[in-house]
């Protein structure tokens, strides 16, 4: 196991590949329909390991890429002073996830000591909707005006945020149902560890299409579990609160690394309304249980070869000095003498290890003057 300048361009090579493909099954083809949201945001997941985990396995077939990939290798080879083209590029990565990282660390921290320092006042509607759904009483509501929408965050200590303003007790219901539903699928870890990998690929415009697509699939599966305990004119309901949301978040929270009921995007917004409408969405376990198969599968061919470049050996380099002659199992045997073992060319004899005796015999070279 090992990781080169190929496996990371392997790697980088599948895991866009998969991200478009998945993107485009979900959002042109109808995904939905086969297989359930949880299972679309688990093939997501499969993209985000193979691109965290750029590695070249002990069974990996090397495969030559060809003079196109000979010519990509030539260019990021090309020395630059005292360094090569991708070193160099190597080291601007670093710097930039080193600096990308911190800020968010920083942002996040500040937010969490901005959490700390609100006063809290009590929601007694907040309370009894929670503890209907919560007996343990883990989740803390705050009403603040550092957001636009309903949201929440928190991996360890989980909060639910909510503006500063009157909801009556179905809104509370739905808003406090939809939030609830992100803190118990870990959502909030989900985006911190995306974030994450946003941060180390900082480069790569694919993996901020992956966080895209994991944000709305995680809001699609609250909104169906939601969905999935209201009638139709409930569903309605819901769908009313979430355009009013929408209406009055047209920025975006000042917040970092929270969840929220709506984002500012109208077509995001869009699809989910359709999705909501549309309770076609079955989830089948027999298709979740084929999808991932189909995606370890996908995996494992990820790392089943690797392509590298292959030049041919240049003639000016090949040894064409007249003592030197070939040796194979036609033109050439061995000869036992005793405990010693002789190697017999055209043209000379040569005694030889019995490490190398057992390498030639495996070679099919014959021995003469004794068994072996």
Not at 82 to 88: D, G, I, S, T, V
Not at 211 to 229: F, P, T, W, Y
Not at 344 to 366: C, P, R
Request: aromatic share 10%; proline share 2%.
């Amino acid at each position: 196991m090992g990781t080169n300048i190929f496996s990371v361009l392997m790697t980088i090579w599948w895991s866009s590949v998969l991200i478009v493909l998945f993107y485009f099954l979900r959002t042109r083809t109808g995904l939905l329909h086969v297989c359930s949201i949880s299972t679309v945001i688990l093939l997501y997941l499969f993209c985000a390991i193979r691109i965290v985990l750029p590695i070249e396995l002990s069974w990996t077939y090397v495969v030559s890429g060809g003079e196109v990939y000979n010519v990509i290798y030539s260019v990021l080879a090309y020395k630059i002073g005292f360094a090569r083209l991708y070193e160099l590029f190597f080291v601007i990565w670093m710097i930039g996830t080193l600096c990308i990282l911190s800020g968010y660390l920083i942002m996040y921290h500040r937010v969490i000591i901005y959490i700390r320092s609100i006063q809290k006042a009590e929601c007694k509607a907040c309370r009894q909707i929670l503890d209907e759904l919560d007996k343990g009483k883990r989740i803390e509501v705050i009403k603040t005006t550092a957001v636009k929408s309903p949201c929440c965050l928190g991996v360890f200590k989980k909060r639910i945020l909510l503006p500063d303003k009157e909801y009556n007790r179905d809104e509370l219901r739905y808003i406090l149902l939809h939030e609830y539903t992100h803190l118990c699928n870990n959502d909030i870890l989900l985006m911190v560890l995306i974030k994450v990998l946003c941060g180390i690929y900082w480069w790569n415009p694919v993996v901020y299409l992956l966080r895209k697509e994991l944000n709305q699939s995680m809001e699609i599966r609250c909104d169906l579990s939601v969905a999935g305990h209201l009638n139709e004119n409930e569903r309605a309901d819901y769908l009313s609160v979430m355009l009013d949301t929408f209406r009055e978040s047209r920025k975006t929270n000042k917040l970092v690394g929270v969840a929220g009921l709506v984002e500012s995007h109208p077509e995001s917004l869009l699809e989910r309304f359709q999705i909501v409408a549309d309770m076609g969405v079955v989830q089948k376990n027999r298709a979740n249980m084929f999808a991932g198969l189909m995606m370890l599968l996908l995996l494992t061919v990820s790392y089943s070869f690797i392509l590298q470049s292959k030049y041919e050996t240049p003639v000016s380099e090949i040894e064409t000095d007249k003592d030197v002659y070939e040796v194979d199992e036609e033109n050439s045997y061995i000869i036992k003498q005793g405990d010693t073992y002789i190697l017999h060319t055209a043209s000379t004899e040569i005694i030889i290890s019995e490490e190398t005796l057992k390498m030639l015999v495996e070679e099919g070279f014959t021995v003469e003057g004794g068994n072996r």
